[in-house]
């Protein structure tokens, strides 16, 4: 039986006691091995990672950075890498993710991190990267040098393997410690970063701290936030805003929770020619992850006027979900959460019966003008819900774990007054037009507190330097100091040699 330590800490740090947890895989029981953590051992991480990024990380040039963490995901990219192997092996098992799917998008998302990738996200959100090295000339005529945080706190989430990277590489580039909080529902990713980290240069890596404890920890809690100088929070709406109130004012505060996505599909997504790629990857949007991603649809808005209908395109969607399941089984969900979609099930079933009830025959053949259900034949699996209008649609949400909306429009825009009662959860946008439409349509999406417009089947894939809900990534952690102009000139007046 192996052990794996869920937990990265600076080198020559000790912890005085230790749990363990089993973890079933198909390769039989492993041991997951954490450390019993008090107020003072967090306190002692805190004083320790930030002791050690004075002495080393904070003399980087954000260019070694870059260079370090991009030799570290290259590791990634061997089928053979030990800490692939791991990934790929226990993830699955710990998040209940079809193997293969998470096999092939922790490929895709590690490449992210690829030093190409890092040089292109800096240059876009920073005037000017060396910024973060020196000061360097501003618009305004002096010099503006960026600093980040000594130490920034990070609360990872678990609902999708991977995203401690993005918030660990951002710090990194700010030249920031890190005291870490992973999810025992998904330890794993941001240890194995780490691991990769010090295998490239041990030093950068003696500045995180990586420790699992149970969300809602006060005691625990209370200590990084005090230490950390900047606080980043992934999970629920519930827990990042149990966090909020404890940051003190004017300490950064980055929160990011529950969020809604949905698509917008027009007609010409829809020809004989299209419509079977488009359904396609409508399918992939809504299985991967089982939507459990801030970034997957719950709602898609349906146009009508191409060359199969709506009501054609949800029970399409609906074959291309089983094929999914087939091929990436679904996780299985919780008493809960079944309840949720069986619930769904039901009262959108109610709702048809009275509306068809209302509605002439004739009328619901040519286009179904009453909601209908399509369910996996096996538990609940996916549902596909479908709504004649947006009048129809009782909710943007939906219970996750493959159940989607279908709503019916005449033009998509029509489908934009839905959207203004979720607008602060609103984030992605998946569009499948024509490039005609595509600037005006993304125009007045944008005007309803979307942070992203991307092509339908790439919305779990957002790609290196996306404004994540709508913020910096960097910006928003540091703070500049400006040199006005003219005072290098009154500092040369004061050389024996001025004239």
Known sequence: MSIIDIFHAPRGFVFEDFETRGVLTDRGEVTLRYPVLTPETVQDLCETTRCNRSQTLAAYSVEHIVDIIGEAVELWT???YEGRQIAESLIPSITGYDATMTRIELKRYMRMFRRR??????DDELPSPRMLDEYRPNKSGGYTRLYGPDLTFHVFSSNVP????WSMTMSLLTKSAIIGKSSFDEPLMPVLFARSLTQINPDLADVLAIVPWRGGTVELEDVAIGEANAVIAYGSSHTTEAIRPRVSAGKPFLSYGARIGFSLI?????RADTHVQTVHRMAV???TYDQQSCLAPQTIFVERGGAISPAQTAELLASELDSQQRKYPRSTPSDTESLAIRRARSQTEMQALFMTSMTPDSAAQADPQAPFVIESP???DWTVLYYPNTSSLPSLGTPLNRTINIVAVDQLKHALPTLKPYREWLQTCAIATSSSRLFALAQQVGEYGIDRICPVGEMNRAKSGWHHDGGFNILDLVRAVDIERNTDRYADTFDIDYE
């Open 78 to 80: 061997n089928p053979d």
């Open 162 to 165: 991977g995203i401690p990277v």
């Open 378 to 380: 096996q538990g609940t």
């Open 117 to 122: 990738e890092l040089l292109r996200f800096l």
């Open 266 to 270: 027009g007609r010409e997504a829809l």
């Open 285 to 287: 949007d809504v299985a």
